[in-house]
């Protein structure tokens, strides 16, 4: 397993089109998060998945953004419509669950969206 | 939101030296991390310490946690240039299940 793989890494698309971008975490990580950090910012939290359920989704996930998990492995990220305020660096995590010691996240590389 | 905030914002140190930054925070906490990301990369998980931990080590890192002052400060010794990157405290607030992370120190080492 060589950790968390984002594909692609790097999107240029055009306002008003479709994007996906797809997640595998390590394997034996429960947890899936997505993240989508801005220049000169901080991670901003998007939305969980533990196992295939989503349990939790940020205010900042619009209706035009939805998200994957099916049968708990890989997860996909899908921006509709998109639109220039959308181009950030996306960002996937994996963790084991909360109740085996509060393990840290493993990060991705991220995929970094432009909008056009 | 983000929830924690690093100070300082920038930080420039000569090779050798040691690096401190800070980490504050709102809310009650069951644990605080810290990441470093290096430029157009992913972050790298460096530290976790637990509410009930007040410092922790771990190589050059020194980790100490205040929770009455709702604070974080991670010390780098003996710093290298490749230690230069952006450092973002992440906590998570009480029963949530995501961490949130601050707005980050850029750090640079020079050699």
């Known amino acids: 397993d060589t950790g968390v793989s984002q594909n692609p890494r790097h999107k240029i698309t055009k306002r008003g089109q479709n994007v996906t971008f797809r997640c595998d975490p390590i394997s034996e990580h429960n947890r899936l998060y997505w993240y989508r950090q801005t220049l000169g910012q901080g991670p901003e939290f998007l939305t969980y998945f533990q196992n295939e359920a989503q349990l939790e989704k940020s205010r900042l996930l619009s209706d035009r953004f939805s998200a994957e998990r099916p049968k708990g492995s890989f997860s996909t990220l899908e921006i509709q419509r998109t639109e220039q305020g959308d181009s950030a660096m996306y960002l996937c995590?994996?963790?084991?669950?909360?109740?085996?010691?509060?393990?840290?996240?493993?990060f991705g590389s991220g995929t970094r969206l432009t909008v056009v | 939101s983000q929830q924690g905030e690093e100070d300082p914002q920038a930080l420039s140190i000569q090779e050798g030296e040691n690096a401190t930054m800070n980490c504050s925070y709102k809310t009650s906490i069951n644990n605080l991390q810290w990441y470093r990301q290096n430029s157009g990369r992913g972050l790298v998980h460096l530290i976790l310490i637990r509410s009930n931990e007040r410092e922790k080590h771990s190589g050059r890192l020194r980790v100490t946690l205040d929770t009455s002052k709702k604070s974080s400060s991670l010390l780098i010794t003996a710093s290298r240039a490749a230690d230069t990157a952006s450092y973002f405290c992440?906590?998570?607030?009480?029963?949530?299940?995501?961490?949130?992370f601050g707005t980050g120190t850029s750090l640079t080492v020079i050699p």
């Open positions: 995590a994996s963790s084991l669950s909360r109740g085996q010691g509060g393990y840290g996240y493993t």
């Open positions: 992440a906590t998570d607030a009480g029963a949530g299940n995501q961490f949130y």
